[in-house]
């Protein structure tokens, strides 16, 4: 694959199509292919750049090192985006790869022209919550990530793929899901067990408040849970942001909605 | 994407994993398809190959019209032999499905220096006189068929006709309940149809089988129906040094359906 060097690690990528570049990255357990049904689209009228982050597929991880962090990863993702030309790029993340992008839209919105955050993953802390209003759920993975880590070091991949997935979409999620779709996950199961630690923080209003740059959010219609609130929360203190909801969709909304998603991107990213 | 200047035309390839020492495995997806086709299988077989999966020329990330001759399984053939020597990098191992099957298979055919093992999934093709007692030549009865799909697709109905040549293949019905990122996939490979349906592809022989001299697997979804497993047996029983895999609860996509069941038999026989 083609590759940059950023920050002592060889970050692979996939790049198609011409136009100005359109940074992907990918959320826990994905990898460059998780962007595979709607490279045809975008690529129409964009450069695509499809990123694999450090750990995650091609390479075959072993889960040794403590470089598996959220504050590494958005390191790597801003030494990647320098080092493509001509910028400043369009960034879009999905899952836990929107608060990556987020991140990268606080710490250098220099390097953006547009953002797009889909079903960004994170906590929420006070000052984004109404004072009355019961307290957020957890991040599905919270949920999942005891029973998660116990099957990885048991052995059984495919008990904690299910957790995983059917805490995010819910029962039976995993059983619904086509075998290739689930196959690029186990490609990636290490990942997990340095996600356990990977120091995560939460959003806050002032950190929303501070991005600037174009911001389009892009939910499923119907996911629930905390995954389908933090993205309306933040959505509010983004200045200059507009949401699309893809109907008949859920949290793997550009899989299940390959057109509608493209339409919505493609639209933002032209306007 | 990385490519290859081959023929007149840059052939894009994806290049994962390390050598390790083994030939790299070279794989050519079917009809309405490309390199992504073997996304799934990717993690499997590069824990040992090297895997470069190529698009044919005029699929995805091209963008083609239909329009010209450059469509054919003589010129994609010509292409992946001009790929495998531009590569260098010795006898490589190299893999097909459906009508990348039938293209391997003739590379093999042609220029069987360049290649190390030979697997082909569910090869696309016909079977002449010398295979088929029933033979009756001509073009295949399930052109008419393909025919009118293509016509949808150049007309600007887009999904009308690959539901047409999915149903055709693998079942009336099968359209609507693929994947939805499976049907994007081949949305984005539908013009190459229209090339398809003008191309006249000789029939296999039983002399072309008997002249296959490398180890060779072919795989076999056990539940598909028609033409592919009878096309698949016959040159089975008369490739020499072949043997053939049966993929469980699989049709046709067998790797898609079966992704691991899959990558086990062809790194079995990778490593055998």
Known sequence: ?271 | MQSLHVNGYDMPYLDVGEDRGRAPLVCVHGSLNDFRVWGCVLGPLTQRHRVIAVSLRHFFPDRWDGVGDTYSIAQHVDDVIAFIEKLDLGPVDLMGHSRGGHICFRVAQQRPDLLRRLVLAEPGGELDASLDPDYVGGPSPLLARFTASAEKIAAGDVDGGLAVFVDTLEGAGTWPRLPAMVKQNLRDNAYTLIGQVRDNRPPFSKADAESIKMPTLFILGARTKGLLPKVLHALAAHVPYSKTALIPNATHPMFEQAPQKYSEVVLDFLAS
């Not at chain 1, 493509?84 to 899952?95: C, E, K, N, Y």
């Open chain 1, 1 to 271: 694959m083609q590759t940059f060097h950023v920050n002592g690690y060889d970050m692979a990528y996939l790049e198609v199509g011409e136009g100005h570049p359109l940074i992907c990255v990918h959320g826990t357990l994905g990898d460059f292919r998780t962007w595979y049904s709607v490279l045809g689209p975008l690529s129409k009228n964009h450069r695509v750049i499809s990123v694999s982050l450090r750990h995650f597929f091609p390479e075959h991880w072993d889960a040794v090192g403590d470089d598996y962090k959220m504050a590494q990863h958005v390191a790597d993702t801003i030494a990647f985006i320098e080092r493509v030309q001509p910028g400043p790029v369009d960034l879009m993340g999905h899952s836990r790869g929107g608060h990556i992008a987020f991140r990268v839209a606080q710490a250098r919105p220099d390097l953006l022209r547009k953002l797009v955050l889909a079903e960004p993953g994170g906590d929420l802390d006070a000052s984004l919550l109404e004072p009355d209003a019961p307290p957020p759920p957890p991040m599905p993975l919270a949920v999942a990530m005891p029973l998660v880590l116990t099957s990885i070091r048991g052995g059984d991949i495919d008990g904690a793929l299910k957790a995983f997935v059917d805490a995010i979409d819910g029962d039976g999620a995993w059983a619904r899901m086509p075998a290739a779709a689930k196959q690029q996950l186990r490609d990636n199961i290490f990942t997990l067990l340095g996600q356990a630690n990977e120091n995560r923080k939460p959003f806050t209003k002032a950190q929303a408040e501070s991005i600037r740059t174009p911001t389009l959010f892009i939910g499923g219609g119907n996911t629930t849970g905390s995954l389908a609130m933090v993205h309306r929360v933040l959505a509010r203190h983004v200045a200059n942001s507009q949401t699309v909801m893809i109907d008949g969709a859920k949290h793997w909304m550009f899989d299940e909605q390959p057109q509608k998603y493209c339409q919505a991107v493609m639209g933002f990213l032209a306007s």
